[in-house]
């Protein structure tokens, strides 16, 4: 059942109305199936606008489909960052070894696509910005399902009711939190924190990745493209989470500066950068689990429901490719609850695969011990020597099934 002002479709059948909330990655991928088979769409994003944050993403695998199918293949290919190395450097500075992006993280050369976060999310955009209600600069502040929908109420004071709501918002999601709990009940943390941040190129640094090492530190500097910013990323084992740095930048940039110390190579320099960064993005590497995704007729996508952690690479693949399947799940099953299970079922697979690559070798780019180490370092050096490194066969685990719009 829909609300009596509910439009209708060709076939006269009342469209479905669906509230997503995010606007990055699974959101706007999920809005753009959505409209096609026929729902009417309204996406939620807290930001004031679209996003622009450039760190750069892969799309691998299944992930190549999905976008191959919403017809902006093209335009990823053309937004291609196509980095000409990776330079692994010791405690010193000293290079150990130069390989090809692709060869570390498994993926296939001339078919796998790495473009910057923001450029993923303005393709998507495109797609649907006309088709598609945005709400920018708001958010969902209580959610209250009944038999004929949810009543929502907007942080701005406009109250909706829709047919189904969908969490897009992210490793954080303030949607699984009102319907499922806290997030330590599905946060799986692996041991890392990282901090991000953009400092300007003055390294001379082109189409390259450095990533400097010592046992449980990791300092890389990446050059997308020829510009003169540079995306810095600074990572460290910590067994537990520093919750008490977690909302706190200024707690966070004592932290790093601290791990840091007496670092060598540019990593002194990164760390003054940091302290001036004004767009530092700090985290826990962590994966979200959850024996569900959905609950009456609110389901959770992307990082939301199953964030793989960077360590991996396959968040925007899993989030490209939940969307699809959750939208396949809806336009072939007009009961959301069968629609819910059918997405879970059809998902869940690949998912659990992928987020398995953590404990498959994937963390090993960031060894904690000597020894650790310098394994990684052998295995990095038997890569220059092999022709190409075998694709992970996660990545392409799942097959898409015809969407029927
Ligand atoms: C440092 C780093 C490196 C990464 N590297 C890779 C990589 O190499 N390859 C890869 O595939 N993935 C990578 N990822 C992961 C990738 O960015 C995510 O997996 C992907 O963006 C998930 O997309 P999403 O749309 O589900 O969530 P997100 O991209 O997290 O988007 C969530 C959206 O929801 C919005 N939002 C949050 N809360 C609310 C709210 N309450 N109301 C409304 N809107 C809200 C946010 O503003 C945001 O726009 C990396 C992530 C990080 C942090």
Redesign the pocket.
Known sequence: MTTASSPMDVSGTAKRKVLI???????PALAYWLHRSGCAVTV????GAL?AGG?????RGTAIEVVRRMGILPRLRDAHIDSRRCTFLDAGGGEVVSVSPSAVAGGVEGQDLEVR?GDLAASLYALVRDDVEFLFGD??DTLDESAHGVDVAFHSGQQRTFDLVVG????????RESLFGPEERFHRYLGYC?A?FTLPNTFGLSREVVLWNTPGRAAALYAVGDSDELHA?LTFHRPEPPFDALRNPDAQRELVAKVFAGAGWEVPAMVDALRDADDL?F?TAGQIRMPHWSRGRVAL????AY??S?LT???????LAGAYMLADSLATNRDHTAAFAAYERGVREFVTMNQALVDNGAATLFPTTARALEQRNARLRNLVTLPSAPARPAHSALTLPEIRL
């Open positions: 909330s995010g606007a990055s990655i699974s959101g939620v994003e807290k930001a996003r760190y750069p993403i892969d799309i976060r958010s969902i897009a918002d992210g490793m954080h999601s303030a949607t990282f991000l990323f993005f985290d996508v992307g990082d939301a964030a793989p960077f690479g396959q968040g925007s693949s899993l989030a």
